[in-house]
């Protein structure tokens, strides 16, 4: 039952064949038999999904159809939710219990989703692991001994593991789609501006955006459809009419151009990998698509700009971690001293590295030499994809340039910040992107296959054809009617 | 050797804050009023709570417009905020949202006049918008300072309240002008509803840039700036204090230290608060939370009309057009309806000069007396300016104007209609009149003959009795002009 995607429970509840109760309880069940092993959550919210359930279970009865009813929700602890501890997997938030909703989670919960619980995620947003969480470790369900990506990495496993059918996850430079590629689901972070913002605790303001992660792109449609649209309480959202997806999704790419980007070239990638995106882009093809080839000549810089930009947001996002109003304060003779001994206790290293690099970029003196020639640089990248996007209708890529990789092989932060490579320049454009599982290739010192995915980005505010293009590609590729289940869930079964 | 003493005169710019009287904050739907229990008027987006948003008011944004129009200032098409990004614990953020260097409104003009009738004008450089901080209260240290203090406490009721910054060019010269500059700014504030301008609760705050320099020099000399004042009287103290300060340090050969300072109101000093070394990187960049703010000219120009008169407009009339003395207009304008009152008169009776006399005159004194405002008294505009033509055109003499607003302050009706119906008109007929001087004169043989002897002052005494005999209402002038001819 966990198994089915949220589409088919929300019909299964709205039919009364299963209440959203039941639907509570086997997510329950399902986390307690696997979380253990994956480490997915960092809290479990029972009393909220309990006290959910009965209302959509009352509403059902009443004849009320709700879109999410009982579809067990994971939410990503970078969000609020009235009621619930929430830290960003930071220890500066400490006990932190958020006093209001996202208008995100706010409106799948009036859908009909069930909230199970909050899941884990590198510090404050900040990794492509989610071994930066102060926590917890997340395992990848695909195999243990590896990352599940991040950083959105508590709610991708959370989906790829069967402990929830659907997530949200935030996305600032790729934490959506990359983590999504590394666990064989599919993540899509709609234009910037598309959905709210409002409860989702800050990294970088002009870059994140809240999306789905889902079992399939149908389900992925459902939950985007309720969450865009203007927020009077996000001043950055747009008041633009939000075109229904669900209805829309293609079957088949006929008429469809597809971008192959120039200098994302697939001859760097090691043989296997390149092998499976090379049967994507064919994938694609038999489906009717036009391949074009389309350039992105700065794309080459997005991962030194956003790392301007980014961090220099970031260091005044989470000035207000101060110790004085809420969560950790190390108690000092004067409040300079409260501070500096606060912030040094709860903020882990990647955090502070961060804020260090946007403190600097900011100051005086180097502003003009970084953040605005950042600012700059991440114009000309728009506009490379705007032209781009006049010779084709969606761009395919890599989601990321190899599959998960192992606990610590990447100590190094630059060599996790090239991570993100694929996906940062779609950020920086504001672009609505998605990955969309694609394959399987066994990584170097690896034994068995592990999952690809494959990046499809649209113009701003294209959502309709984008999650179309998505689903066709999804629907009439094999591996994806032959889904496999991740190996957790047959070892718990076994 | 001699020395010869060197005059200097004192440059001074000012920065203004002030509060912008709004039904809601600046960012959020909190309600923006003084004096309720500490901590009520909060919210997520106030209080700095993780994931929390701004939206901008757009009811300030306007009245910061507004402000900005009525001094003439441009209006860029596109203005942004920024943060400016500093650690204060009444800073729920820890960043201030604020406006760097694309404010609202730009350049401007507040023209003013000093008491002796003189007029002045200071330009503005810019003025801008920002949110206020909470309001921190150390305890268990001497006057509330915070050095010395055991613990602190921090209301942000105030945090999030919409305050607009006003930025003056070096014009200004004295403390009279400083004082009447920001009478000024109040004046219009006030006038428009952007303010009410209240310096007791801290609505407005300002901070003066202060240097000297030797008279006929044209380079600025080393300023400090003083802050902590917390009334006009104060600024205009304080900058007396620190021109004295400063003087003696340059006529001592030392040099002035750039530094903030402090006004101390008990001492009536200035002290130093902190030195430039210790000044902020506030490090300011684009508020990624909020998007531009366009003003497209259409809206502008709603605003401009909007405006209605303007204090200055109305204080140009007066001033310059009815002569009135700048302390008279002042009081004029400063007196809530009290203009539009006397504007409505002085345009029925066409004397503005007799109206003005009316209603600074018996009508404020009434007003005073009675406790009631000129303009919501039984005296309408049009019943003043009866009395005026009744005064003017010598139907009534003065007492019986005084006597006749006293009884219409109250019972209201047509001043007019009560002197036709009571046969209160002056006697102005000279036979009239000459009948009663008889009277007098054979009455008074002992005055007339002390007149005779040249004791001229009497005269008085003897008009006084024709009045009396008239029952006040002879004119006067005609009395004294019809017993001058008896007496010859």
Redesign the interface.
């Given at each position: 039952m966990a198994e089915r995607t949220a589409t088919e429970i929300a019909r299964a509840v709205n039919a009364r064949e299963v209440s959203a109760a039941e639907m509570a309880e086997a997510a329950f069940a399902r986390i307690a038999e696997r979380d253990g092993a994956v480490g997915a959550f960092l809290s479990l919210t029972h009393d909220l999904a309990r006290a959910a359930a009965a209302r959509v279970d009352a509403a059902v009865r009443e004849g009320r159809h709700l879109p999410l009813a009982g579809v067990p929700l994971a939410v990503k602890d970078?969000?609020?939710v009235t009621g619930t501890v929430?830290t960003?997997a930071s220890k500066i938030?400490g006990n932190?219990v958020?006093?209001?909703t996202?208008t995100a989670v706010g409106r799948l919960l009036d859908a009909g989703a069930i909230p199970v619980g909050k899941t884990n995620l590198d510090e404050f947003a900040m990794g492509s692991s989610c071994e930066n969480s102060a926590l917890q470790k997340t395992a990848n369900p695909w195999d243990l001994g590896r990352v599940p990506g991040g950083s959105s990495g508590g709610s991708v496993a959370a989906v790829a593991a069967g402990e929830a059918a659907l997530a949200l996850g935030s996305d600032t430079g790729g934490s959506i789609r990359e983590p999504a590629a590394f666990c064989n689901v599919v993540g899509f972070k709609p234009t910037y501006g598309r959905i709210s913002?409002?409860?989702?605790?800050?990294f970088?303001?002009?870059l994140d955006q809240i999306g789905p992660i889902s079992q399939s792109v149908e389900d992925a449609a459902l939950a985007y459809d309720l969450m865009a649209g203007k927020d009077?309480?996000?001043?950055?959202t747009v008041d633009r009419e939000v075109e229904a997806t669900v209805g829309h999704l293609r079957e088949d790419l006929r008429g469809v151009r597809v971008g192959i980007v120039k200098e994302f070239a697939l001859d760097k990638l090691d043989p296997e990998v390149r092998a499976v995106y090379e049967k994507a882009y064919d994938d694609l093809r038999a489906l009717g698509a036009e391949l074009v080839d389309v350039e992105l000549p700065t794309a080459d810089y997005g991962i030194a700009t956003y790392y301007l930009i980014a961090p220099?947001?970031c260091?005044?996002n989470l000035?207000?971690?101060?110790g004085?109003?809420?969560g950790l304060r190390v108690e000092k003779a004067d409040?300079?001293a409260t501070?500096e001994a606060t912030r040094e206790a709860g903020f882990g290293d990647e955090v502070k590295r961060r804020i260090l690099i946007g403190?600097y970029a900011?100051?005086?003196g180097y502003?003009d030499a970084y953040?605005v020639r950042a600012q700059k640089a991440r114009t000309l990248i728009a506009a490379d994809f705007a032209r781009a996007f006049e010779k084709c209708d969606a761009i395919a890529c890599p989601a990321a340039a190899s599959p998960a990789f192992e606990f610590n092989a990447k100590a190094d932060p630059v060599s996790m910040y090239l991570m993100d490579y694929y996906t940062i320049p779609m950020s920086l454009a504001g672009l609505p992107s998605l990955s969309v599982p694609c394959g399987y290739a066994t990584p170097a010192g690896g034994s068995s296959p592990l999952p690809l995915g494959l990046e499809l980005s649209a113009p701003l505010f294209a959502e309709r054809p984008l999650l179309g293009i998505a689903h066709a590609y999804e629907r009439g590729t094999a591996h994806a009617r032959k889904r496999q289940i991740p190996p957790i869930a047959a070892a718990v079964a076994s | 050797m001699s020395v010869t003493a060197t005059a200097y005169e004192a440059v001074m710019g000012i920065e203004c804050h002030v509060e912008l009287k709004t039904e809601t904050k600046m960012f959020c739907g909190c309600r923006n009023i003084f004096g309720a229990e500490p901590n009520t008027n909060v919210c997520?987006t106030c209080?700095?709570?993780?994931?929390?948003?701004?939206?901008?008011n757009r009811v300030a944004l306007e009245l910061l417009v507004k402000a900005g129009l009525a001094f003439d200032a441009e209006i860029p098409a596109f203005s942004k905020f920024d943060?400016k990004?500093y650690?204060y614990?009444d800073m729920?953020?820890?960043?201030q949202i604020s406006q760097f260097d694309m404010p609202l409104t730009q350049g401007g003009v507040v023209k003013y006049w000093l008491p002796d009738g003189t007029q002045r004008s200071c330009r503005l450089t810019r003025i801008h918008l920002e949110e206020d901080t909470g309001k921190s209260t150390h305890a268990g240290s001497r006057d509330g300072r915070i050095a010395g203090s055991t613990y602190?406490l921090?209301d942000f009721n105030r945090a999030g309240v919409p305050l607009m910054e006003c930025v003056s060019e070096p014009d200004i010269r004295t403390a009279a002008e400083a004082v009447a500059y920001l009478e000024a700014l109040k004046r219009t504030f006030v006038a428009l509803g952007v303010s009410d301008v209240k310096m007791e609760e801290g609505s407005l705050r300002c901070d003066v840039n202060l240097s000297l320099r030797p008279v006929g020099a044209t380079e600025y000399g080393t300023k400090a700036e003083i802050k902590n004042m917390n009334s006009f009287n104060s600024v205009g103290r304080a900058i007396e204090s620190e021109i004295a300060r400063q003087t003696a340090i340059l006529e001592g050969g030392g040099r002035v230290v750039q530094e903030t300072r402090g006004w101390d109101e008990a001492a009536g000093t200035t002290h130093t608060m902190r030195s430039k070394e210790q000044a902020h990187?506030y490090?300011?960049?684009p508020d990624?939370?909020?998007?531009p703010i366009e003003f497209a000219p259409q809206d502008v120009e709603r605003l401009r009309r909007e405006l209605g008169s303007l204090p200055y407009e109305r204080l140009e009339r007066l001033i310059e057009t009815d002569k009135l003395r700048v302390e008279q207009a002042h009081q004029i304008i400063d007196t809530p309806g009290l203009y539009g009152y006397y504007a409505a008169a002085a345009g029925l009776s066409g004397k503005p000069q007799a109206t003005l006399n009316f209603v600074l005159g018996d009508l404020s004194r009434l007003a005073n007396e009675t406790n009631t405002p000129v303009a919501s008294c039984g005296v309408t505009p049009e019943a003043l300016a009866e009395i005026v033509a009744l005064t003017e055109g010598q139907t009534i003499n003065s007492k019986t104007a005084k006597e006749l607003l006293a009884r219409v302050w109250v019972e209201g009706g047509s001043p007019k209609a009560i002197v036709a119906a009571e046969g209160l008109g002056q006697v102005s007929d000279a036979g009239a009149i000459d009948a009663i001087v008889a009277g007098v004169l054979a009455a008074n043989e002992k005055t007339v003959e002390e007149y005779r002897a040249g004791k001229t002052k009497v005269m008085g005494f003897l008009v006084g009795q024709v009045m009396k005999a008239s029952r006040g209402k002879a004119n006067p002038t005609l009395a004294e002009e019809r017993l001058r001819a008896h007496l010859a």
């Open positions: 970078n969000m609020c929430t960003c938030l932190w958020a006093p209001y996202s913002r409002y409860g989702l605790i800050a970088a303001s002009s009077p309480l996000d001043a950055t220099a947001e260091s005044s000035a207000r971690f101060d004085m109003r809420y409040v300079g501070y403190t900011l100051s005086s502003y953040y | 997520p209080l700095g709570l993780p994931g929390a948003l701004p939206v901008p943060r990004n650690f614990p729920p953020k820890d960043y602190s921090v990187d490090r300011y960049f990624p939370d909020l998007t």
